[in-house]
């Protein structure tokens, strides 16, 4: 059930499911089993099932799933979306190797990029994903991992992605593409060469603001290789939360296509707003990455950000006057959200940093949620008018 002939809708549901299904079960059951019957005397290390190692039947259920999604060769659960990034990270750079990362990153992958993985020995570079041109003269011989994000968060911007996998594929570059914000259903790397997606599953792909999760989907060796690192840094997922995000993926595609609707109308009514200085949403036109959301993307998701006059001290009001988004630092459920990255996602950032990255202090992300498009309006409206 994982062929790209299927559709999104028909994948999310049906792929990946066992066959024959356990007692005729319609849902994949939980098998809580920390620990499973070793298989005799013969048996190698991948013949152990053991939670830890995410090996378990309810790993391989919520695995082909994940895989089916992006039509990648295998896909890995991982204990939240930080665990895939920086195992991954892990997997394919030692002491001695060189990093491409590109230049605005999520505050957490900021960090592991240019405090954790310098202090380990690992040399890191950043580039303009609008601008792949300039890679070639930062490629070194020690350069092993080319790494983006599908769209940036939070001002949402989308890079020339399809040159960033070409150009690791002819340098010998492992590809790594966040790919949280666009999520399955508008952007697949595998289908445009990236050798690894990574995602925080607790957004997008699980959508019920009720586990914590990662995932990484790509090419079966790649994947294996994580699946190893993860295991020996204890970043496995448990059964019962695999078993949540295999429920939440079955709605994916149908709640991505709400949640993109909401945000280009809402996108519209803020760029039309005097109190509001700038929209990010590669869904307007006036987006400097409109261009290449349109070509790349099947549509723009339901992240925006947009940011008010009067710095921080006006979106504290604006914040405070909002009636139906909750206030609260994450993304991708059901509710729409707001929150200040200066304050929570890239709070440990220095200014300076924030500043070069276009994290202003007015700036106001909003994850957009499934309510009725024309309510969140004009909640925003009336907030504004605080």
């Known amino acids: ?87 991954s990270l892990l997997t394919f750079l030692k002491q001695g190797d060189h990093l491409l990362a590109q230049d605005s990153l999520y505050g957490g992958t900021h960090m592991v990029v240019h405090k954790d993985l310098p202090a380990l020995g690992i040399e890191v570079t950043t580039y303009d994903a609008a601008a792949p041109e300039a890679l070639p003269a930062l490629v070194r011989p020690n350069t092993k991992v080319i790494y983006a994000e599908t769209m940036t968060n939070p001002l949402v911007r989308v890079g020339e992605l399809d040159a960033l996998a070409r150009f690791g594929a002819e340098h010998g570059l492992v590809s790594m593409i966040d790919n949280t914000f666009a ?62 995000l295999h429920r939440g993926i079955k709605t994916l595609p149908l709640r991505m296509e709400r949640h993109a609707s909401n945000a280009q109308h809402v996108a519209e009514f803020l760029a039309a707003q005097e109190q509001v200085v700038a929209v990010n949403y590669p869904g307007l036109p006036s987006s400097p990455s409109h261009a290449a959301a349109s070509r790349l993307l099947d549509t723009c998701s339901g992240m925006l950000s ?53 994290v202003a202090d007015g700036l106001i992300r909003v994850s957009i949620g499934l309510e009725d498009a024309d309510d969140l309006i004009a909640d925003f409206g009336q907030a504004l008018g605080a």
């Open 1 to 87: 059930m994982s062929k790209p002939s299927y559709g999104p809708h028909t994948r999310a549901i049906h792929a990946g499911e066992p066959d024959p299904r356990p007692a005729g079960a319609a849902v994949a059951p939980i098998f809580q089993s920390s620990t499973f019957l070793f298989e005799g005397h013969d048996a190698g290390y991948e013949d152990v099932h053991y939670a830890r190692l995410s090996n378990t039947p309810t790993h391989d259920v919520l695995h082909a799933k994940l895989a089916a999604l992006e039509n990648a060769e295998a896909g890995l659960a991982t204990a939240s979306g930080m665990a895939a990034i920086s195992s």
């Open 183 to 244: 999520s399955p259903t508008n952007f697949r790397p595998a289908e445009h060469g990236f050798d690894l997606a990574l995602h925080s599953a607790t957004k997008y792909l699980n959508g019920h603001t009720d586990l914590i999760a990662g995932a990484v989907m790509g090419k079966a060796d790649h994947v294996e290789a994580v699946r190893h690192r993860s295991g020996h840094l204890g970043g496995s997922l448990d059964a019962h939360a695999c078993f949540l």
């Open 306 to 358: 947009f940011e008010v006059a009067g710095g921080r001290a006006a979106a504290y009001a604006v914040q405070d006057a909002l009636q139906i988004p909750l206030v609260a630092p994450s993304l991708g459920g059901l509710e729409t959200l707001v929150t200040l990255p200066a304050e929570t996602s890239h709070v440990g950032m220095t200014p300076e940093e924030r500043e070069a990255a276009g």
